[in-house]
């Protein structure tokens, strides 16, 4: 991955006065609803719609990269195409990979539709461009040494035991916030928290719950560590999650998106793509 996860979707809110409510716990494995159950977003008329492309990146696995037989892949390219299907615009339906810093400007000048790249939501782009429902968060984990002499198994034993996070992060801000009992125990980037995890340094590490549960179960880790049980949510510190952009004169697609989004969630096709990419889960 060539930019940090935390960059692109966590929004940077450790300087703004602290708004400290209780984390959100998700069940294990299973994706969060985002919808009510009783929720109702019409499908507006399309018929008007010449193209809906997708504009993504090629270098933000798994959810956008390319595959084995040279092919885009990923969470949202497969996404996009569940939202076409839903919509019955598939014959009107592209993808097209742009680099991130293209991005914005190719939306701005009408060479793509909408963004799905995991662009963090900000008061500033919120003033720019439309954006749909959130149909994905991506919550904070706590990672543990499995081998440890004395093995933390819940959140609640880590009290006066030193957690690893990385210095400046929002992990930080939310850490000392959420678990105010917890020693901190900051270190410079993610490479070095996970060695003093794999030590012994810490008792745990506090981080983002995609990345850890791709390390614990690769070979780097070597079998040492796993995520305890809770998965915590904070749209004050780790931002409204992963939504798709479009520009601000085009309510009705973003309407379109968010009713497709809505079905997908309740047909279960949305949790679908989740796990074929998250297969281990991260909640």
């Known amino acids: ?11 940077t809110l450790a300087l703004c006065a602290l708004l400290v409510v209780k984390p959100v716990l998700a ?26 492309r997708f504009l993504t990146t090629v270098d ?35 993808i097209q990979a742009v680099t991130y810093a293209e991005l914005i400007p190719a939306l701005e000048q009408g060479q793509g539709e909408a963004v799905a790249a995991g ?30 002499e004395e093995p933390v198994a819940s959140a609640a034993e880590l009290e006066g035991k030193p957690v690893g996070v990385v210095s400046g992060t929002t992990h930080e801000a939310m850490l000392k916030a959420f678990f105010p009992e917890i020693e901190p125990k900051t270190f410079p980037d993610r490479n070095a928290m996970l060695s003093a995890l794999q030590q012994g340094g810490v008792a745990a590490v506090f981080s ?34 992963l939504t798709i952009m479009n520009r601000k004169p085009e309510p009705a697609l973003t309407q379109a998106i968010d009713h497709a989004l809505l079905a997908l969630s309740r047909n279960g096709r949305l949790e679908e793509i989740y796990l074929r990419y998250f297969p281990n889960g991260i909640y």
């Not at 009783?38 to 008329?45: G, S």
């Open 208 to 241: 983002d719950g995609m990345q850890l549960s791709f390390w614990v179960s690769g070979s780097v880790a070597g079998g040492c560590c796993a995520l305890l049980d809770g998965a915590y949510f904070s749209q004050h510190f780790l931002g409204e999650g």
């Open 60 to 94: 933000f696995p798994p959810f956008n990269f390319i595959d084995q037989s040279g092919k885009l892949s990923g969470f949202h390219v497969d996404l996009a195409r569940e939202i076409c299907r839903e919509l019955l615009i598939e014959n009107k339906c592209q």
């Open 27 to 52: 069940q294990p494995r299973d994706l969060p609803l985002l919808f009510d159950a009783r929720e109702r977003i019409a499908r507006p008329d399309l018929t008007g719609l010449a193209r809906l």
């Open 119 to 148: 662009i963090a939501v900000s008061p500033d782009l919120r003033q720019r461009f439309a954006f749909s429902r959130a149909f994905m968060q991506l919550p904070a984990r706590f990672a543990v040494n499995t081998k440890a």
């Open 1 to 11: 991955m060539t930019r940090a996860l935390s960059l692109r979707i966590c929004v």
